[in-house]
């Protein structure tokens, strides 16, 4: 440690001595610690949590105050209204910046692990067989760029903000491959001021290559040549995108148009997942194309086996 660094952390401690320390101040200068350090889109995550769910419990509060603090009831409250992910979230960010705090302000608050009790895990909702031919067709006969980038969603897996953000020039048709090196999403700022970015995905994982199948190169394949490598997929366009909220909108017009019931954009992602495990894919190489961070993700949330499946296996033994 330099004697510079040294110096500013005294000045630090001697700033604060004998005074207040409300939560605003603390979260503040987490904020500052962590923007260095993390993309322009998760530093807006936490802002949006403090503002909207910490600020209004506890700007009253001094760090005193947060001594042997209980999480119980603090989880309780959000969890009664919020799903058990965001309450996770939103917890797990205050206790970052209660440990921040202690060091920071040379402060002891002996905080105790947050514990948040598990719920019962949703199954994934996928499109049946007919449904998926369906949209297949439908988009197919389409042939608009929007229309097929829903079926790319729906024979590689990529997520909303993935396809949004996809150019010509991440298609390979020489090799076959699609490479996901971008997101697109919409992030709300201080003010509740919102804007689109385009960003690295969520993880290193999520940048990959994806195999193009038969029959999807045989779709993309004639388009190809229409259009440059700058140009957004969707759109056709240099300058012009559809933003990730507007395609789920776009998504359900079309689930509309075919008859079939509603369904998040999500499910194509669940449903090419599924279709991969079926047909007997390596979990680690699905968990690599689908570009979770880790294989017991994939396992997490796919993994579970109808009984036709279970049935065609025993009758193997």
Same mark, same amino acid.
Request: hydrophobic share 35%.
């Given at each position: ?15 604060? =001595? #004998?005074?207040?320390? +409300?939560?605003e101040?603390? !979260? ?23 503002e ?7 700007? @009253? ?11 119980? !009831? ?5 969890? $009664? ?7 996770? &979230?939103i ?10 705090s ?39 006969? $389409?042939?608009?760029? =929007? @229309? ?9 897996g990529?997520?909303? #903000? ?9 298609? &390979?048709?020489d090799?076959?491959?699609? +490479? ?5 999403? =919409?992030i709300?700022?201080? #003010?509740?001021? $919102?804007?689109?970015?385009? &960003? ?7 940048? =990959? !290559? ?6 999807? +190169? ?11 490598d ?22 359900k ?21 599924? @279709?991969?495990?079926?047909?007997g ?10 570009g979770?961070?880790?294989? &017991? ?7 579970? $086996?109808?009984?036709k ?9």
């Amino acid at each position: 440690m330099s004697s510079i660094t040294s110096l500013k952390q005294i000045w630090q401690k001697v700033k604060y =001595r #004998g005074k207040k320390i +409300y939560f605003e101040t603390m !979260a503040q200068k987490w904020l500052e610690c962590k923007r260095k350090v993390v993309k322009e889109s998760t530093y807006y995550n936490y802002v949006y949590k403090i503002e909207k769910y910490l600020k209004p419990m506890f700007k @009253d509060m001094t760090i005193k105050e947060f001594k042997n603090y209980s999480f119980d !009831a603090l989880i309780q409250e959000l969890s $009664s209204e919020l799903s058990n992910k965001t309450t996770k &979230d939103i917890i797990n960010t205050l206790v970052a910046i209660l440990k921040y705090s202690e060091k920071e302000f040379n402060y002891i608050l002996n905080i105790e692990e947050a514990v948040i009790p598990r719920t019962n895990k949703k199954e994934v909702n996928i499109l049946s067989k007919k449904e998926k031919k369906k949209l297949e067709n439908y988009c197919i006969k $389409s042939g608009t760029l =929007r @229309d097929i980038g829903i079926l790319i969603c729906l024979y590689t897996g990529i997520r909303i #903000g993935e396809v949004c953000a996809l150019k010509w020039k991440n298609i &390979d048709l020489d090799k076959r491959v699609i +490479y996901i090196e971008k997101t697109m999403q =919409r992030i709300i700022k201080k #003010g509740q001021k $919102s804007e689109v970015i385009i &960003d690295t995905p969520k993880s290193q994982k999520s940048i =990959r !290559a994806i195999p193009i199948s038969k029959k999807l +190169y045989d779709v993309i394949k004639p388009l190809k040549t229409k259009h440059n490598d700058e140009n957004y997929f969707l759109t056709g366009s240099k300058d012009k995108y559809i933003e990730p909220r507007n395609y789920q909108y776009m998504f359900k017009t079309i689930l509309k148009n075919c008859k079939i019931k509603k369904y998040k954009f999500h499910a194509l992602r669940h449903t090419f997942a599924s @279709d991969c495990i079926e047909v007997g894919m390596n979990i680690k190489a699905l968990s690599e194309i689908l570009g979770h961070a880790s294989v &017991d993700i994939t396992l997490n949330i796919y993994v579970h $086996s109808s009984y036709k499946q279970k049935k065609k296996y025993l009758e193997k033994l």
